[in-house]
């Protein structure tokens, strides 16, 4: 099979739970406006307030940034495919397709970790903090998570380009690198090795994370300031990460290890939960809980309704 051969999605579970796809479009294009607007706001109101530009709320813009990438990934191609009576998808399209999801997966995962290292310098390492977190490092911070995760996509693209195709279904809503790489005719020992590089990447910045947390919620039970700033920041960040590395983690054993012809539901929603949830949650629970943030965007729409008068 050539590589130009056009791959068939099927929308596995999608059709057995929905009577109308209309219905379901209309349902999905409102909750992808409403991501686009959310985090678009953040980013507005982050970027136009100076006093906002602080290495916390720099990283969330990243985080809402990266979040736009996500949804762009998922809701334009399931709003065509629910128009159409076959889902398919070209080859490079597909191609491009993990390039953007391993991009947004890896400079999402990344970004939590370095929200966590913010917080355990400010809580644990207050004095310290602006000797430390300069705007300088944190324009380091975020161009080596852009790089580092434009870099793995292109590797893990690249290897699964060079592998020849004996079949066609993909049985996920949206194409992955292991879903292609199964198609394959040839040994796929290189990609292996990668996938699981990849993994214990994540895994040990996961660790990192989580020895952070130690210190940091150890700080907070003396003090009850600092307590105070963990459930204003830390908690929300906490949610934010526990939900994307649970959702990106079975994904990916499920992927590999789980069975084929068992927990389809379960596998479905997995697969989608760290594309839809994560651009919804960022700006809701950090633009909600963080009442900086909440007063400007009123004072902004504020500003805005008395010039249209």
Request: glycine share 4%; proline share 4%; hydrophobic share 50%.
């Amino acid at each position: 099979m050539g590589n130009s051969t056009e791959i068939l999605f099927v929308l596995q579970g999608l059709n057995e739970t929905v009577l109308s796809k209309h219905t379901y479009f209309i349902l999905i294009l409102l909750v992808y406006l409403f991501t686009l607007v959310a985090n678009l706001t953040l980013i507005v109101t982050i970027i136009l307030e100076k006093t906002l530009h602080e290495p916390m709320l720099v990283f969330l813009c990243n985080l809402c940034v990266n979040g736009i990438l996500g949804a762009s990934i998922f809701y334009p191609k399931i709003l065509v495919d629910l128009l159409s009576d076959l889902s398919v998808t070209s080859y490079e399209v597909c191609l491009g397709q993990i390039f953007l999801l391993y991009s947004y997966t890896n400079c999402e995962f990344t970004t939590l970790a370095m929200m966590a290292y913010d917080r355990y310098i400010a809580i644990c390492k207050p004095l310290n903090y602006h000797s430390i977190i300069t705007p300088q490092k944190v324009m380091k911070l975020l161009l080596f998570t852009w790089v580092l995760s434009i870099c793995e996509s292109v590797v893990v693209v690249g290897l699964v380009a060079r592998l020849p195709l004996c079949g066609f279904n993909i049985e996920k809503i949206y194409c992955t690198a292991w879903a292609v790489v199964k198609l394959s005719c040839v040994d796929t020992t290189i990609n292996n090795i990668f996938g699981y590089i990849f993994i214990v990447f994540n895994v040990s910045l996961a660790v990192l994370v989580v020895i952070s947390y130690i210190y940091i919620v150890r700080a907070c039970v003396r003090s009850p300031k600092e307590r105070s700033k963990f459930m204003q920041t830390c908690l929300p960040h906490l949610i934010a990460l526990s939900n994307f590395f649970i959702a990106v983690s079975f994904d990916l054993m499920y992927a590999r290890y789980g069975p084929t012809d068992r927990l389809h539901g379960l596998r479905n929603f997995m697969s989608l939960d760290y594309l839809i949830v994560p651009p919804i949650l960022n700006p809701l629970v950090y633009g909600l809980r963080l009442n900086q943030i909440r007063h400007k965007i009123f004072r902004i729409c504020s500003q805005k309704r008395h010039a249209l008068k």
